[in-house]
């Protein structure tokens, strides 16, 4: 990953928060870092951590995510699991499609 984006995520979580915000943790990294940019999500709420994701990244969302809200300029237009956002019109439409 990153050295920066890991730099970044280290400090957040040397305050030890209870929720961890992220807008766009994996804007400007490969395929291979979002892939460890995911381990170390998975690994960070794995540890009690919630974490909170804004993310244009869908792979990465879908990978990461217990629950997901899907916004269409400013509105909400979905609500639900992984599983069942990747079904959702609305949701191909707008970010799969």
Do not use: C, F, W
């Amino acid at each position: 990953m990153g050295a920066q984006k890991l730099l970044e995520i280290l400090r957040a979580l040397m305050a030890h928060p209870k929720l961890l915000l992220l807008d766009e943790p994996a804007a400007g990294l490969n395929d291979t870092e979002t892939g460890e940019l995911a381990a170390l999500l998975l690994a960070i709420r794995a540890s009690g951590i919630t974490v909170l994701i804004v993310e244009h990244n869908m792979a990465l969302v879908m990978g990461v995510a217990d629950q997901i809200v899907v916004l269409e300029t400013g509105a909400v237009i979905a609500s639900g699991v992984p599983a069942d956002i990747q079904k959702n019109e609305r949701v191909i439409k707008a970010y799969l499609g």
